[in-house]
Structure formats: C-alpha cells, structure tokens
C-alpha cells in the first residue's frame, strides 16, 4: 500500500510569490492535515480536511489555504511568500477524523523562500 | 508545544541499553496519544500511540507508559540499536479541537 506522497519535493521561490504543494493521502483515508515544521522545530498544526470541507485551522495567518479534492487528494497554497513560511510542509491522512485514528505522514515538501 | 529548536533535548546511550523518552502534555481533556519518530529528512513515522483509558501499552521492543495524574507520557525502547537514532515526538489529541498537538521533540542519539 502506497503511503502519503507529496509534490514537490522542493520548491524555491521568492518573497511575495505563491507556492502550490500537493498530497495523495493513503488509500481509503478521508482526512487529510497540513503542519508546518521549521528548521530544527517541531511540527505546527495549519490545516484539516475531512471530506472536502475544512474543519479546522491553526494560528495562521489567512495567506494559507487549501482544499481537498474529491479523490481526498489535497493542496496547501501560500499566497504574498515571506522569507519565514521557508520550511518543511508535511501532510498527513488518516481514517474519518476523530479521536483513536493516527496520523500517517509523507516526507514533505521543503519550501525555501528567498 | 513548541520545541526550543537548536537546544532539542538529546538523549545518548550505548547500543543495547535501555532508551526512556520523557514528555509532558498540558491539556487535561486529552484523550489520545501517539509517539512519533522522525529520521532526517523524512515525515514523522507511526510508533505506537495509547487512549486515556490505559495507561500501558507495549508494541515490538516499545513499551508507552501514560500517567494522567501527572500528564505525562514516557516512550521505552529496549535494546536500542544505531537505527533508533532519530528525533522522536509525542503528540496529544485535543479533544473539542480536533487535531493532534506535538510536543517539543527529543533527540535520541545511539552509538555502537
């Protein structure tokens, strides 16, 4: 069974641009989130969708956004790019959301802005 | 949690001892909880996780201890072997709020 798979891997953009990341979550999984992790740091929750609709967000600025997909496939866009959104991205799907599912992370997309 | 970056908390120990990985949480209506491991350049992989109603659970050479008087939550590897070196991560279930907090990290170092 194929895990989460994110696009790009790597992604270099400048200040004030849009960056575009992308996630297939795990066959049969409905729920997809989003976390951001700067360097050395720990995760930070951005994102949840279930079933297409967003159900919750972090304490970010409305600059990020996404949508899922009907195919549960996912992606995160970051408008007006500051040099600290650079970080890694990672996605993660689970079961329909709710408590005693676990998250299943991808590797992530590393997002540089210069 | 936030993880202090540079200053992870790091752990080392020799292959074959026994590894015990500390974390606190804060949110006492939390009811799920899950240890994650993070090798470079990789996404946070699945280790074991545990419902507020135990307070032990063991997996292959993982054991997770939950003690909800104190909200705290301990990782043990046995026979921790040069592929255990990673960051590891627990992460709590905030019920009402519906995503998986994570805690600050701690850096497990094994040598031979």
């Known amino acids: 069974e194929a895990g989460v798979t994110q696009s790009p891997t790597h992604l270099i953009k400048t200040r004030g641009q849009q960056a575009t990341l992308r996630c297939s979550p795990i066959s049969g999984h409905t729920s997809v989130y989003w976390y951001q992790q700067a360097l050395g740091l720990g995760l930070q929750f951005l994102l949840w969708y279930d079933e297409g609709e967003e159900r919750n967000r972090g304490n970010f600025p409305p600059r990020f956004s996404g949508r899922q997909f009907p195919n549960y496939s996912s992606e995160l866009n970051v408008n007006a790019l500051e040099l600290e959104d650079s970080a890694l991205y990672l996605c993660?799907?689970?079961?329909?959301?709710?408590?005693?599912?676990?998250?299943?992370f991808g590797n992530g997309t590393r997002l540089t802005v210069t | 949690g936030e993880s202090v970056g540079l200053h992870l908390p790091t752990l080392s120990v020799q292959e074959g001892d026994n590894s015990i990985i500390n974390c606190a949480y804060s949110?006492?209506?939390?009811?799920?909880f899950i240890w994650y491991k993070q090798e470079s350049g990789k996404g946070p992989q699945f280790i074991i996780d545990?419902?507020?109603?135990?307070d032990k659970r063991q997996g292959q050479r993982v054991t997770v201890l939950l003690n909800k008087t104190v909200k705290h939550l301990s990782l043990q590897i046995a026979a921790t072997q040069p592929g255990d070196s990673a960051v590891y991560f627990c992460?709590?279930?905030?019920?009402?709020?519906?995503?998986?907090?994570f805690g600050t990290g701690t850096r497990l170092l094994v040598s031979p």
């Open positions: 545990i419902r507020s109603n135990m």
């Open positions: 992460a709590d279930y905030l019920t009402g709020f519906q995503k998986l907090v």
């Open positions: 993660a799907s689970s079961l329909a959301a709710g408590q005693g599912k676990p998250l299943h």
């Open positions: 949110n006492s209506a939390s009811d799920y």
